[in-house]
Structures are given as C-alpha cells and as structure tokens.
T-cell receptor, first 118, second 114 residues
C-alpha cells in the first residue's frame, strides 16, 4: 500500500512551452501532497505544499505564477511549469501523506519526473 | 542555500560490513526525523523514522539513533549489501506551523563493494 505515481516519468519540451506533471496516490487518500525539485547531485528542495480543495502554499523564492499547482481531489495533484526555460530543467518529485495509517507524518514519494527544457 | 558544485559525502564499504551514515540537523524544534534511500533516477524510499521522544529505533537491518543534545542523527545498516548502494537522506519535520513539511539534509552516497 501507500503507492504514489507520477506522470510522465520524463518529458522534453521546448523553451516557452508549459508542462503538466501529475501526482497520484494510488491506494490511499492524501489530503496533503508536497512538490519538490532536485537538481543533479543535490538534495530535495520543497517547492510547495498542496492541500486538497485549497490554494497551494509556496516556499520562499518559488514563483507561484510559474509553478501552478492544483489539488482537485484526494488522489490527484498537478504541477504545471508555465513558460518553461532551460533553468527549469530538473527532477520534480511529489510526495503524499497517508491519513489511514497510525503515523500521519509519513510521506510517501513518487518516482519523480525528469524535465528537460531545450 | 545554493550548493552548486557541492560534492555529496561518500561512504564506501565492503559487502557484509556495517555502515553508519550521519546527519546533523539545525532546527531544535524538529520533532520527527526520517531516513530515505534514493536510487539513481528514482524517488526517495522510506527507510525508518524516529520521533524526538526516542533516542533509538530499530528496523530490519537498520537502526536510527537520535542525539538531540548535539542535533545529530545516524543511520546504521547491518550487513550492508550491494543493493544498499544509493544516496541516503535524512529529513526533519519542524512541527508546529511547519507540520508536515520536511527539510532534507544534503545526502550521503553509499557505495557497497562486493
């Protein structure tokens, strides 16, 4: 149980285009999902916290108009990178919290999405 | 802060040895800590967690030790296997208004030689 999927697993796009990444909790309901970005050889950096039915909370320095987050259901959150540029190329990872389990603090991570902007 | 060009700490061990990976955290208000394993091109995989009211917790082949006095966390892997080769991250949850938000450490590359 507690499986999180992401789609696509990788995407290549041209500069200026927008890319949508989906994060799904497959076998549990997640009221909260988190979006992270990871550059090569670096750690995960939290971008935003996505709460079902409400606006996302962005970390300092993350442009909310560039990284649009929607969490319309308890099993799906989406991250849209708008007007992507080469510097947005990164590994984007989502995580979700499973409220069924006794430990509500545990976050389960998706497999990540590799974005390359040409 | 920015860490371009930063080389992750590395640990090389022989198969069958015990491994100890260390992590220093900065927020004394953190009350929940997790160790994750990340293989190349994949998302982090939960290994073990510990709350601040504990100083030791054991899992299958893994033990996490927490020293709140010096804000130090360690992960011990017994009888390390080649499949344990990965990057290991510690993460902390500050609680309070930051409840649920994880701050990740820089990571340690573990290489297990057969």
């Amino acid at each position: 149980g507690a499986v999180v999927s992401q789609h696509p697993s990788w995407v290549i796009c041209k500069s200026g285009t927008s890319v949508k990444i989906e994060c799904r909790s497959l076998d549990f309901q997640a009221t909260t999902m988190f979006w992270y970005r990871q550059f090569p050889k670096q750690s995960l950096m939290l971008m935003a916290t996505s709460n079902e039915g409400s606006k996302a909370t962005y970390e300092q320095g993350v442009e909310k108009d560039k990284f649009l987050i929607n969490h319309a259901s308890l099993t799906l959150s989406t991250l849209t990178v708008t007007s992507a540029h080469p510097e947005d190329s990164s590994f984007y990872i989502c995580s979700a919290r499973d409220l069924r389990l006794g430990s509500t603090d545990t976050q389960y991570f998706g497999p990540g999405t590799r974005l390359t902007v040409l | 802060g920015e860490s371009v060009g930063l080389h992750l700490p590395t640990l090389s061990v022989q198969e069958g040895d015990n491994s100890i990976i260390n992590c220093a955290y900065s927020n004394s208000a953190s009350d929940y800590f997790i160790w994750y394993k990340q293989e190349s091109g994949k998302g982090p995989q939960f290994i073990i967690d510990i709350r601040s009211n504990m100083d030791k917790r054991q899992g299958q082949r893994v033990t996490v030790l927490l020293n709140k006095t010096v804000k130090h966390l360690s992960l011990q892997i017994a009888a390390t296997q080649p499949g344990d080769s990965a990057v290991y991250f510690c993460a902390e949850n500050a609680g309070g208004t930051s409840y649920g938000k994880l701050t990740f450490g820089q990571g340690t590359i573990l290489t297990v030689h057969p």
